[in-house]
Nanobody
């Protein structure tokens, strides 16, 4: 199984980025997908999750209304559209795939990508 995250970079506060995560080696449409992030000196935290059919999404309170998770099962890809970025959004962003019960705990995800760095400058 491979999860390849991309789309990170340097952006000014208030700007936007779209992250992508291409999956291979698994039956993508049967997996819940999630985005997590780990900022400097911080623990990994849940950002957003989406169920297999894209009918149910969850967001961390800190990104609600600014980030949107989506998936394209035909392309085996999950996306994270990030808008109104803040300095505190600076982190390495990881995509993950799992079949756990809930979307929020990292332990519910079996597979992880390598991460893509998002840096938001003031």
């Amino acid at each position: 199984v491979q999860l390849q995250a991309s789309g990170g970079g340097l952006v000014q506060a208030g700007g936007s980025l779209r992250l992508s995560c291409a999956a291979s080696g698994l039956t993508f449409r049967t997996y819940r997908m999630g985005w997590f992030r780990q900022g400097p000196g911080k623990e990994r935290e849940f950002v957003a999750g989406i169920n297999w059919s894209a009918g149910i999404t969850h967001y961390a309170d800190s990104v609600k209304g600014r980030f949107t998770i989506s998936r394209d099962n035909a392309k085996n890809t999950v996306y994270l559209q990030m808008t109104s970025l803040k300095v505190e959004d600076t982190a390495v962003y990881y995509c993950a795939a799992g079949r756990g019960v809930g979307p929020i705990s990292p332990s519910e995800y079996a597979y992880w990508g390598q991460g893509t760095l998002v840096t938001v400058s003031s």
